[in-house]
């Protein structure tokens, strides 16, 4: 079973620009969420999508968007890159928002650089 | 108060030891708890989760929880170099959906 695969693996951006990561869950995982690791603050929610539907968000600016496709698929978009937007940004999937219990699959993540 | 603390570390422990590594929660009615290991440029990978208090062991891993005292643990048998990494403790909050992480304990097994 393949796992979450997110593209692009690197990219480097300069300020102003904007960016769109894309991120497919494993095979029949509903619910994708996003996350921005860095150095300094760790692993930090950005928010998350089910069934096409963002249904929960963290504490990021407007820059910071996303959307879901009907095949499950999402895309994260960042726009007016700062340079505090260098970082891992991980996408993680589970089976849906129902069982608490269920856990997150990584991504390997895209390494976003802005110069 | 952090939602989720770990020790930052960095944590040495001889190969063959025990390696012990702690988190603390806030939330009292945090539902789920996870241990993910990341080693360097890598992504987050799932080792263990417990939901229930006691101990749950999966080889030479030993998950503890209490929730009485709101603590979780991530016991590692027989170390080996290879479990050199960054332990990231995640908790599900009661009342929200998604997971918040600690910071992480970078482990390093000494040969």
């Known amino acids: 079973k393949a796992g979450v695969t997110q593209t692009p693996r690197y990219l480097i951006k300069t300020r102003g620009q904007q960016v769109t990561l894309s991120c497919s869950p494993i095979?029949?995982?509903?619910?994708v969420s996003w996350y921005q690791q860095t150095p300094g603050q760790g692993l930090q929610f950005l928010f998350e999508?089910?069934?096409?539907?963002?249904?929960n968000k963290g504490n990021f600016p407007g820059r910071f968007s996303g959307r879901q496709f009907s095949n499950s698929r999402s895309e994260m978009n960042v726009s007016t890159l700062e340079l505090g937007d260098s970082a891992l940004y991980l996408c993680?999937?589970?089976?849906?928002?129902?069982?608490?219990?269920?856990?997150?699959?990584f991504g390997d993540g895209t390494r976003l650089s802005i110069l | 108060q952090k939602e989720v603390e770990q020790n930052s570390g960095p944590l040495s422990v001889p190969e063959g030891a025990i390696a012990s590594l702690n988190c603390t929660y806030s939330?009292?009615?945090?539902?789920?708890f996870f241990w993910y290991r990341q080693y360097s440029g890598k992504s987050p990978e799932l080792i263990m989760s417990?939901?229930?208090?006691g101990d749950k062991e999966d080889g030479r891993f030993t998950a503890q929880l209490n929730k009485a005292s709101q603590y979780v643990s991530l016991l590692i048998r027989d170390s080996q170099p290879s479990d050199s990494a960054t332990y990231l403790c995640?908790?599900?909050?009661?009342?929200?959906?998604?997971?918040?992480f600690g910071s992480g304990t970078q482990l390093t097994v000494l040969p």
């Open positions: 993680a999937s589970r089976l849906g928002l129902g069982d608490a219990n269920q856990p997150q699959h």
């Open positions: 095979s029949g995982h509903r619910s």
């Open positions: 999508y089910f069934s096409e539907t963002q249904r």
């Open positions: 939330d009292r009615v945090s539902q789920s």
């Open positions: 417990i939901y229930s208090n």
């Open positions: 995640a908790v599900k909050p009661g009342s929200a959906r998604q997971l918040t």
